[in-house]
């Protein structure tokens, strides 16, 4: 069943997302060589509390932390640990919110100092293609056309789309109806309607598509050990034009030196 949602909840998603971004902007300051990623989910899951919110990965399935933290050849799920970032290293951090019963869900991938080439404009297309996707979700349209977007600009560049998981629904829980995948064909999948919160976010691997879970039973990587970038936003699906109720906008006033400047 997907639920449509009142103005007013949809105020409720927003207020959660205010905070969801900021604590990703706290987290982005301490992203660099030397931190552990165990540091980095204390810093968001003090944030997020602080501001009344919790964190809402937290317990979800059993999950053992506030952030998934996700290095190079590792997709999403990662565990924060004590492993130490290194210079060149891509990191994922995703992060959900619930505040006033209403979660937001929202990723963002980083280079730690300089990356190579290849693995920056993987990241730049990413992030692309996730406002790709978000431009297809408007009121009339269907979930396959959200996913072709996206499938269709990252595999000009021979990229890899991520079947095994994809973006979902966002509300009272943090996955609700319908899927969305990021793949897909246009006018196919269930009908897009004004109200329907939807978390989009392109899981996409430099190399090949194929992915494998390691024995914890959460952390997804590459199966050929290429690294992975991953966007995501929570979003509301409108006449016209999606609203985009997460941000990056904290975030990128923290990153502006270095950040991955595209055009949406
Ligand atoms: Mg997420
Ligand atoms: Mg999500």
Redesign the pocket.
Known sequence: MIFLKSDEEISLIKESAEVLGKAHAEVAKWIKPGVTTKQLDKVADDYIRDNHGSPSFKGYNGFPAALCISINETVVHGFPSQYQLREGDVISI?C?VKLKGFHS?S?YTYPIGNVSHEVENLLKRTKQSLYLGIEQATDGKRIGDIGYAIQTYVERFGYGVVRELV??G?GRNL?ESPEVPNYGKRGQGPKLREGMVI?I?PMITLGKRSVVQEKDGWTIRTTDRKPAAHF?HTVVVQKGKAEILTTFKYIEEVTKNTTLMVSV
């Open positions: 995703d959900g869900d990723a973006g979902h966002v996955h978390a976010e995501e």
